[in-house]
């Protein structure tokens, strides 16, 4: 709209004085330039564009099969009006849309797809990538040139992709898909291209293609992929270009160099991935760690862990990808083939510990541990492997009947060497133990229960255990495995009515009693010693009082052996002078003796004479005669000395003419023959009559008597 303003400065009376041709043409001067800048401009914001339609041409309409004009033609025109004034555009022949500028955000993609190009063939799902200026050159995406008109790009959903950033491009010809909308030209898409679009939208919204996919990231990030969960790889399917050639299930890797030219750079690239002979399916180069702007369109991707293979396992892996290969186990090996890495089937070499970006539709990783592990018979008992969750305990029958559980637990080790054709016979380590390892250990002690009674069962535990720690051993080799060792547990009681538990209970009591002596023995050896503890506790209290009396005691005996030898030494001095004494007393009783003696003789010498003389011979023969007697200790010795003597010089005949027994009645004072014999030699010879011969105790009397009287004699002889 046009305001004119008159600044009238006079009357009524002044305008009616102007001619009317004049006032005409300044109304023409004031209105018709606003009017035709009005037909002809168009203004268009900086933030929009303007597609333009043209309503009415000179040459014609579009050809058949175009929706967008290119020379002319009436129709939504092929370039766009950017933001400023625009000259020309006539109200009449052009409608001009606006529409606002097609933003990504930052670290998002936008999808296109295309209403005009060529159409796509039947064995391809996505328009091919042209160079458009990431589809804001709509003639150069129909492939315009100078000289005629070629088309280039396909109608349809898009292989390539717009990045972030803001773009200048033709809604008539493109619906360009963000994450925040569908950006199109209103009132031209009819109902089943908006459902269509958003069907597309919702879709790529669900699988998060509205954002790179994030390999290995946290998915806490706020601009990555919330199904990309950390320490995982990206496998990918791509639904665009040839199909897999017979008996393949994957495809295989294309361009993986970066030196190649057609390298495709992780299936960012679409064209150069199907020009280095890339094909649809599921690839076997997965996505590892890292940032990918992939057209879900061209390509999806499923996130799967990556393959870790723990310390103490190694991963046996079965290839589904590659060649034939050449088998590598050997003519003696039937179970299966052998091959190196990258062909098909069980790889000869296994995996070792750490994580690896392995395809899991490709392949399968076996773990097979190297460590020892341990498997239990043990109902309702099982390691965390989980390989022996379906192991029972073993049931057995003694030869006695008895029907006992066995629990058992064999200690296994596989060689990291031999897993592959551990892998090759059974298929897993839960097979092998399962299909092989426990019928035969359950056969195997069945067969030795049926030899052994249900004592010696539990007896001889220790050797059947060392016996089947040997047979099992050679078993186990014959699988590639080895057994470290078998370790028998309790026979279970769960027999019914009790007769295992009675035969325990009585071996029990039988047990106890041994205990129970070896008990008293010890208390009685404790008790002991515990007697000697008091002992010595006792001994140590009066140590003391022990050492004083000790002492004490040692004191009182040293003191006694003063005393008495101070006695003895006192009693020796009073012997020494007794013997002082006595023996001046025998010298003064000597001397008086001799005094007497000397006067008696000088009296008797005086008095006698002769007879004194005499006197003195028969005293000296007296003497004589007692030291004689003297010297045989015994006077009748003596005595009977001298009558043998004499019997020796006598003139009688030594036999008598008459024998008069004596001593007959067994008298013990009798001296017997020899002694009769003697009486009476010494009564004849000295003169005395005899007695009457026929009566022995008198004879015996008076020879006696006749003894006694001349011992008599010889004593007063030997006196005086």
């Known amino acids: 709209m046009f305001a004119v303003v008159f600044a009238v400065g006079g009357t009524a009376s002044a305008l009616d004085s102007i001619r009317p041709e004049y006032l005409l043409g300044l109304v023409a001067l004031l209105v018709l330039p606003p ?100 589809f804001q050159d709509a003639r150069a995406f129909l492939g315009e040139s100078a000289n005629h008109h070629r088309s280039a790009g396909q109608r349809g959903r898009q292989r390539g992709v717009i990045r972030e950033g803001v773009y200048a491009i033709n809604p008539a010809l493109f619906v360009v898909m963000t994450a925040g909308s569908v950006h199109h030209l209103p009132r031209l898409l009819d109902d089943r291209e908006i459902r269509a679009a958003a069907k597309w939208h919702q879709q790529l919204e669900e699988a998060g293609g509205f954002r790179p996919i994030v390999v290995g990231a946290s998915a806490e990030s ?69 940032t990918y702007f992939l057209n879900r369109w061209f390509a999806t991707i499923e996130m799967v862990p990556k393959t870790v293979v723990p310390i103490g396992h190694v991963g ?30 069980v790889w000869q070499r296994p995996l070792g510990p750490g994580k690896y970006p392995f395809n899991t539709y490709a392949g399968q990783v076996i773990q ?50 031999r897993a592959p054709s551990v892998i090759q016979r059974f298929g897993d380590v839960k097979k092998l133990i399962t299909q092989t390892l426990d019928p035969m250990l359950s056969a195997y002690f069945r067969d030795i229960a049926h030899k052994k009674t249900m004592l010696e069962l539990l007896h001889e535990r220790d050797a059947i255990q060392a016996e089947a720690r040997i047979e099992l051993r050679n078993k186990f080799r014959e699988f590639d495995i080895e057994c470290v060792d078998v370790l028998i547990g309790k026979p279970g009681t769960e027999e019914a009515g009790g ?53 004490q005691v040692q004191i009182a005996q040293s003191a006694g052996e003063a005393d008495l030898a101070r006695a003895r030494k006192q009693a020796e001095q009073a012997v020494v002078a007794a013997d002082a004494d006595l023996a001046r007393s025998r010298r003064q009783a000597e001397q008086t003796v001799l005094t007497a003696e000397a006067e008696a003789r000088k009296q008797e010498l005086a008095g006698k004479g002769e007879g004194q003389k005499a006197m003195q011979i028969g005293l000296a023969e007296a003497t004589v005669l007692l030291k004689k007697a003297a010297a045989f200790g015994d006077p009748r010795l003596y005595a009977l000395s001298v009558v043998a003597e004499r019997l020796s010089h006598s003139t009688q005949p030594l036999v008598p003419e008459r024998v008069f027994v004596n001593g007959a009645n067994g008298d013990k004072g009798s001296n017997g023959m020899m002694g009769l014999l003697i009486d009476l030699l010494v009564a004849e010879k000295s003169g005395f009559a005899l007695q009457n011969q026929d009566d022995p105790a008198g004879l015996k009397e008076y020879g006696e008597r006749m003894s006694r009287e001349a011992m008599a004699s010889l004593g007063n002889g030997a006196a005086k």
């Not at 955000?105 to 091919?128: E, F, K, N």
């Not at 790889?233 to 890797?253: K, R, Y």
Request: net charge negative.
């Open 316 to 345: 046996v892996v079965v290839s589904y990808y590659g060649q034939a290969g050449r088998d590598v186990s050997g003519d003696a090996f039937r179970h299966g083939e052998r091959v190196t890495e990258g062909e098909r089937g």
């Open 499 to 551: 007769k295992i538990e009675t035969l325990l209970e009585q071996l029990r009591m039988r047990q106890l009693s041994i205990e129970q002596l070896e008990t008293y023995e010890r208390q009685t050896s404790a008790a002991e010693k515990l007697r000697t503890l008091k002992e010595a506790e006792a001994n140590a209290a009066v140590q003391t009082q022990l050492t004083n009396a000790k002492a």
């Open 368 to 417: 097979v541990p190297t460590t020892n592990f341990v498997l239990h018979w043990v109902t309702g008992k099982t390691e965390a492997h989980k390989f022996d969750e379906s192991l029972r305990s073993i049931d057995l029958v003694t030869r006695d009947a008895y029907e006992p559980m066995l629990p058992l637990s064999v200690v296994v080790h596989i060689d990291y060497q």
């Open 222 to 290: 706020h601009d990555v992929d919330k199904t990309a969960a950390a320490d995982s790889i990206a496998i990918v399917t791509v639904h665009d270009g040839p199909s897999l050639q017979v008996g393949e299930i994957i495809a295989p890797a294309v361009a993986t160099d970066p030196e190649d030219p057609n390298y495709h750079n992780n299936y960012q690239d679409p064209e150069a991935f199907l020009r280095a002979g890339g094909r649809r399916g599921r690839q076997y180069v997965p996505l590892t760690d890292g």
């Open 35 to 134: 009017l035709i800048a009005w037909l002809t401009v168009r203004y268009i914001p900086n933030q929009s564009v303007g597609v333009v339609e043209k309503l009415w041409s000179a040459k014609g309409s579009i050809p058949e099969g175009r929706i967008i004009a290119l020379d002319g033609e009436a129709g939504y025109q092929a370039d766009v009006l950017r933001g400023g004034l625009h000259f020309g555009l006539w109200r009449w022949q052009y409608r001009v849309h606006k529409v606002p500028l097609v933003t990504i955000p930052q670290g998002q993609i936008g999808y296109v797809y295309a209403r005009d190009g060529d159409m796509l063939p039947p064995s391809q799902t996505l328009a091919r990538v042209v160079q458009c200026n990431n």
